[in-house]
């Protein structure tokens, strides 16, 4: 079973909305900081943003703050990414991960080993 199952990509233009699932099929520790990074052709994987499982706290990256909001629902199995006001630049696969190495800061890709297949975003202009 695939531990981690995003969905929710598509088409949109800019200026609209997605709101992306990431399904966990494992448990997610309180502890956990469960991750959404994106990664465009040609470039780095790249954090958007994470919540601290267990306090339900949420932390952005700059370019996220204020467009986009990570949430969970109460089964404690689904984590969310609504994308408001997208814009081109938003174009990448986005994936969810979860933490399983030591040694790395929680916003670096390397921090993380358990990881979705990835859902495409495409914004057009």
């Known amino acids: 079973q695939v531990p981690l199952v995003e969905s929710g990509g598509g088409l949109v233009q800019a200026g609209g909305s997605l709101r992306l699932s990431c399904r966990a099929s494992?448990?997610?520790?309180?502890?956990?900081?469960v991750a959404w990074f994106r990664q465009a052709p040609g470039k780095e994987r790249e954090y958007v943003g994470a919540?601290?499982?267990?306090?339900?706290?949420?932390y952005y990256a700059d370019f996220a703050k204020g467009r986009f909001t990570i949430s969970r629902d109460n089964a404690e199995t689904t984590v969310y990414l609504q994308m408001d006001n997208l814009t081109p630049e938003d174009t990448a696969v986005y994936f969810c991960?979860?933490?399983?190495?030591?040694?790395?800061?929680?916003?670096?890709?390397?921090?993380?080993?358990?990881w979705g297949q990835g859902t495409q975003v495409t914004v057009s202009s």
């Open positions: 991960a979860l933490p399983g190495k030591s040694g790395y800061d929680w916003v670096d890709s390397r921090a993380y080993d358990t």
């Open positions: 919540m601290r499982w267990g306090r339900r706290s949420t």
């Open positions: 494992v448990r997610i520790y309180s502890s956990h900081f």
